[in-house]
């Protein structure tokens, strides 16, 4: 079978906050050395799918950047491969509109999906983090002969409010779909992951679903009761790290001994674009405890239960502690961070304290995003020398040190500069 990879790329991805300020969602890194969207494009050709279709529009650039033409996943080929399809403005109405939502995205892309001549085509969202042999779910679909599949899973009632929930028959057939419900009884999840007959998908998006923008708002909701709409249950790890607390437990759950994320199974390996960097060196009086040290990273103080990337640097007597530090993070010396999320090229100034308070006052601004004393900083930020930031602190990116107040950040503050 002839298999089209469609990854939805564009979002925005509010629920991260400052770190999507300047990126994608599907661009932000994780685990380290990884970005989310990873996992979708090394699942496709781990499963042996090799016409890839990447779906950007929201702050495209690092994406574009970290994917170029494919060669860490092998899909740099002349035939199928990986096309990066930008956004664009159509010709419907005087001044033309822009795309509105995920089908929307794939509307405005059929021309591409036609010429592919595909027998089905696997729409995936590209900011989830999982290993899926996607033939399994092909397969389910071609024996059902149904007109749409999706993947689903099972997950806590009380977290339905962050997804498309959907009610099975005892054959698996979705009979509905309520996209984000306050309440439901439903313990079934969509993963945002939807094998579509080729001709079908064309039909429908040029045809009766003209005016459906989303494929989780509009479409799959009203396809339920319209089309032959088959489940796929997944049992293995997935998470959504659509907000900054899924986000921190997924990256913290790489730490445990035996993590239902396996990053390195041989047999599944998760592909990404990996600079030459020198080994990790661990200074003769650091302490390391439980952590993720990346490529290039040199830690000279104390370090326990964080993920820290490549290149980043921890000064002697600093301590880092339940942390997520990015790329070319700087931790200057006697600085103490703690419940941190820092992303790239943040500068964090000698004998500074941040996560230090331990007052859990949510932030002001956001108190249903940060509220678990996790303190974010958006990248190239400078924090600094011996100031005291709380917990719940969001600052904002690019921000040099004069911009922070003389008498420190409370929690639940947030700086923008």
Sequence with gaps: MNILAMILAGGEGRGLGVLTSHRA??????????????????????????????LTQYQPRSL?????????????????????????????????????GTADAVRFNLEFVSESEADAVLILAGDHIYKMDYNLLLRAHLDSRADVTIGVRSVNPHDAQRFGMVTL?????????????????????????????????????????????????DVLPTLTQNAHVQSYSFQGY???????????????????ETPALDLYDA??????????????????????DGNLLCDGCRVEGTVTRSVIGPGVYIAPGAVVRDSILMKDTYVGEGAMVDRVIADKRVNIGAGAQVGA????????????????????????????????????????????ANMFPKEGVKSGETVMG
């Design 357 to 400: 308070d331990g007052d859990n006052t949510p932030n002001q601004l956001s108190p249903t995003r940060l509220n678990t004393g996790i303190t974010v900083i958006g990248k190239r930020t400078q924090i600094p020398a011996n100031i005291s930031i709380g917990r719940n602190v969001e600052i904002f990116a690019n921000l040099p």
């Design 267 to 288: 047999d599944w390996v998760i592909h990404t674009r990996s600079e030459e960097r020198p080994a990790v060196y661990v200074g003769a009086h650091a302490r390391v």
């Design 25 to 54: 969602e599907a661009a932000v890194p994780f685990g380290g050395k990884y970005r989310l969207v990873d996992f979708s494009l090394s699942n496709c050709v781990n499963s042996g799918i090799y016409s890839v279709g990447v």
């Design 64 to 100: 574009n950047d970290h994917i170029a033409i494919g060669k860490p996943w092998d899909l740099d080929r002349a035939r199928g491969g990986v096309r990066l399809l930008q956004p664009f403005q159509s010709a419907r109405g005087a001044a033309g509109t822009w795309q509105e």
């Design 169 to 217: 028959d005892s054959d698996g057939r979705v009979t509905h779909f309520e996209e984000k419900p306050k309440r439901t009884r439903s313990s079934q999840a969509s993963m945002g992951i939807y094998a579509f007959k080729r001709a079908f998908l064309q039909q429908w998006l040029h045809g009766e679903g003209l005016l459906h923008h989303d494929f989780g708002r």
């Design 238 to 256: 997935w998470a959504d790290v659509g907000t900054i607390q899924a986000y921190f437990e997924a990256n913290m759950a790489l730490l445990g």
